[in-house]
Nanobody
Framework: QVQLVESGGGLVQAGGSLKLSCAAS????????MGWFRQAPGQEREFVAA??????????YYADSVKGRFTISRDNVKNTVYLQMNYLRPEDTAVYSC????????????????????WGQGTQVTVSS
């Protein structure tokens, strides 16, 4: 079992920045896919970013809406994945959740909910105009 706990959400003005963290515990794993998704009220959960790590190298993926503004990164020692969010917009307001899949995968399904086996509870991000 893997437990995921997000932190770092909050209220920020448009143009500001936040850094989300997702701490994983319960199992150690050297190869994985970690993703960030978000869900605004009345909307479906949507993909934000993901990182696929094979133990020696990785690959990152981003939704078009966040490319150039958000950066996903990982600290394997701390078993933590981060989402640095810059130039935030009101439309970025949502509950952000991280998700994990054990084992390496690199392909189009990194943006799909069905790929992931474990989910965190989410953290609220609110961007005011």
């Amino acid at each position: 079992q893997v437990q995921l706990v997000e932190s770092g959400g909050g209220l920020v003005q448009a143009g500001g920045s936040l850094k989300l963290s997702c701490a994983a515990s319960g199992r150690t794993f050297s190869s994985y896919v970690m993703g960030w998704f978000r869900q605004a009220p009345g909307q479906e959960r949507e993909f934000v970013a993901a990182i696929s790590w094979s133990g020696a190298s990785g690959r990152t993926y981003y939704a078009d809406s966040v490319k150039g503004r958000f950066t996903i990164s990982r600290d394997n020692v701390k078993n933590t994945v981060y989402l640095q969010m810059n130039y935030l917009r009101p439309e970025d307001t949502a509950v952000y959740s991280c998700a994990a899949r054990l084992g390496y995968y690199s392909g189009p399904d990194v943006s799909t909910v069905r790929l992931y086996d474990y989910w965190g509870q989410g953290t609220q991000v609110t961007v005011s105009s």
